[in-house]
Structure formats: structure tokens, C-alpha cells
């Protein structure tokens, strides 16, 4: 793949299937629903089962195809409403109206998925190689000193241009002057420092001096006016797995050197999970730690964040439309892109190296 095709968008696209992607939040399985998602172009079927145990399976009845999701939860189990066959938590059948024989081959296919931190995370490739240690730690997101509410977004793009987007934090001080970044200043005087190129994915950290606080931080804090420090570092790991923390400190208290006099805190994750190679799932929570019992504080933020989204969504999914009408656009870097492109090539070589293996065991003799 040259390195063009590597910056853009669906071109020849394949998806890693061999790693953990966020299928849903937990709390998308409450009360016993039944969730269709389409996840790298597959449909699959999400439910927790009434023992508490959370199930993904293929969202297709293997008698007629009907999808399971337009069934009904029994137990752990899910029955096809069309002609009643009943499948277990494993995809196995367990039962046909009128039918004694159980046939081996009558099942769905199952995923592995394992619920941590209100995430649920799903694998789509080898269930052989579903290692629950490979799932990102993040903490925050079970830690209730950390509040926030968990959302979720639907895109119309291709989830590489979402991880591009938030791979250059520059374009904080344009697409979000008067939102999340607060002012242009923030693309020229603040440099990405300490960019780490990580095994699979990077990470790096910005510093803002003696700023005015951004409207999303203004709006929750008492002092309205005060100049601070900024400083966010994070993480992007593949597949789209974005990591982040926030400090803000009054301007000169010490932030720099590690002090804590003021220090208020957010920590942020989101993840990019491809629906099909033009659609993608967008999941994200912004926690901090400083809202006490004012749950306003979440709110507020839930709402600046969403704001600011939108400003990302408009121009992400304009992009998207205008390359899908002319892919071979060669897309020229900056030296900002250095991180992204690091990424994509990473990523290139694991589906490359994925898409080896699996044609290799599928020759005959082999
Ligand atoms: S299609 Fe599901 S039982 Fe017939
Ligand atoms: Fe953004």
C-alpha cells in the first residue's frame, strides 16, 4: 500500500480483526434488550443474559436468517420468533419446535466479549487469541472518585479520519475556537512534546501556558477569569483506543514542576470502532475529579463535549464524502502528521500480517 493509501480513507480497506474493539456500553444492555450493532460490517447480536452474563453473537438465525435481535431472551438464551429454534449463550442450539434431532451445525457464531470498566469489549477475529490482559486498562472509568456520563456518537466516516483527527490536538485552536480550545493561539505557541512512537499506536503531551480557560472548563469552574496552565497528555492505541489526561492549575502555581495547588482534573477516552469501512461507532466518556455531589458538572461537561463533537463530526464526515468522490486524492503531510502516520503503517503491517496468516492456513495441504 503506498503511502497515500496509507493517509486515506477506505481505500482497499481491510479492519484488524484480531484485538479487542468497544461493542457498547453496559448500560446499552439493560433490561433485557437485545442490541443490534453492525461491527466490521458484521451484524452481531448484544444482550446480557438474565444470570448477568453478557452475550455476542452472530445476529442471524441459521434456519431462515431472520436476525436473533427480533427475538425473544429466555434465561441466557435467545429464541428465533420466526419458527421458535433456541439458542444457548454459546450460539449452540438447543432446541427446535417440533424437532428431536439437534443438528451440530444448527448454531450461531459466538465472540468472545468481556465487560470491564462499564465497556464492552468484543474480539472479532481467532477466539483462540481473545486474551482478556489485552484490553487497555483504564481505570477511571470504574474509579467513583472519577464522574461522568458515558455517550456515544454514529459517524459518518471512516474511523481512521477520527483517529487522525485526534492524533494533531492543533486543531483544537480552529475547529474549536470557542468550545473545547479556547483560543487559535493554542495551534501556534503550544509545540507536542514527548511524543512517544509506542509498539502499536503513540503517545505525546501538549502544555498550554498562561491561558485563558476554554469555554468547556470555564463554564464548571467558580473563577472565571484566571489564567491557567494546560496540560493534556495521551495515548492512541490500535485499533482507536484514545487515552487522555487533562490538568488545568491557576497560571504559575506549579504545575510544571508536579505541584498540586488548585489542580483540576479530567481523564477522557474514546473509541473508534468501525461499523462498516464509511460508517463508524464512536464511544467516549469525559470524567473528572473535582464535581463532588454537583452532578451539574457532568451535565455541563457532557454538553460542551457534545458541542465540541459536532464541530469535529461536520468537517470529518464533509472530508469523507469529498474522498470517497475522489480517492486518489494525495493527501500531502505536515510534520504534525508524523504520529498519525506511524499509526496507519502499524496498523497496515498487523492487517498485512493478520491477512498472511489467515490465507496461508486456508491453503489446501497446509
Ligand atoms: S428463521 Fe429462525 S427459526 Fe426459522
Ligand atoms: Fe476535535
Known amino acids: 500500500m503506498s503511502a497515500n493509501a496509507e493517509t486515506q480513507a477506505g481505500k482497499g480497506n481491510v479492519f484488524l480483526r484480531n484485538c479487542w474493539y468497544v461493542a457498547a456500553w453496559d448500560h446499552e444492555l439493560i433490561d433485557g434488550k437485545l442490541l443490534r450493532r453492525t461491527l466490521l460490517g458484521e451484524h452481531v447480536l448484544l444482550y446480557r443474559g438474565e444470570s448477568g452474563r453478557t452475550v455476542a453473537l452472530a445476529d442471524r438465525c441459521c434456519h431462515r436468517g431472520v436476525p436473533l435481535s427480533m427475538g425473544r431472551l429466555e434465561g441466557d438464551c435467545v429464541r428465533c420468533m420466526y419458527h421458535g429454534l433456541k439458542f444457548d449463550a454459546t450460539g449452540k442450539c438447543i432446541q427446535i419446535p417440533g424437532q428431536d434431532m439437534l443438528p451440530a451445525a444448527m448454531r450461531a457464531r459466538s465472540y468472545p466479549v468481556v465487560v470491564k470498566g ?83 499506536g503513540f503517545g505525546m503531551e501538549r502544555w498550554h501556558h498562561d491561558a485563558e480557560p476554554p469555554p468547556f472548563h470555564r463554564r464548571v469552574i467558580p473563577d472565571k477569569t484566571g489564567k491557567l496552565d494546560r496540560r493534556n497528555s495521551f495515548e492512541m492505541h490500535i485499533p482507536g483506543i ?121 491453503r489446501p495441504g497446509q
Open 242 to 362: 484514545f487515552l487522555m489526561k487533562t490538568l488545568f492549575s491557576p497560571a504559575g502555581s506549579g504545575l510544571t514542576e508536579g505541584l498540586d495547588r488548585g489542580v483540576r482534573q479530567y481523564r477522557n477516552c474514546q473509541f473508534m470502532t468501525p461499523e462498516t469501512e464509511r460508517t463508524t461507532h464512536f464511544f467516549w466518556t469525559y470524567l473528572n475529579d473535582f464535581e463532588g455531589d454537583d452532578s451539574t458538572i457532568s451535565h455541563s461537561l457532557l454538553a460542551s463535549l457534545i458541542e465540541g463533537f459536532m464541530e469535529d463530526k461536520a468537517l470529518i464526515e464533509a472530508q469523507q464524502r469529498d474522498l470517497e468522490t475522489d480517492p486518489d486524492f494525495p493527501m500531502l503531510a505536515i510534520r504534525a502528521d508524523a504520529p498519525l502516520t506511524h499509526f496507519r503503517r502499524t496498523l497496515t503491517k498487523l492487517i498485512a500480517a493478520e491477512q498472511g496468516q489467515v490465507n496461508a492456513s486456508a
Open 118 to 200: 462499564h465497556v464492552v469489549w468484543i474480539w472479532m477475529g481467532d477466539p483462540a487469541g481473545a486474551d482478556p490482559a489485552l484490553i487497555i486498562d483504564f481505570p477511571y472509568l470504574s474509579d467513583p472518585a472519577w464522574k461522568g456520563l458515558p455517550s456515544y456518537m454514529h459517524y459518518q466516516a471512516n474511523y481512521l479520519l477520527i483517529v487522525d483527527n485526534l492524533s494533531d490536538f492543533s486543531h483544537l485552536a480552529f475547529v474549536h475556537t470557542n468550545t473545547l480550545g479556547g483560543s487559535e493561539e493554542y495551534a501556534y505557541v503550544t509545540k507536542p512534546m514527548n511524543i512517544e512512537k509506542l509498539e502499536r
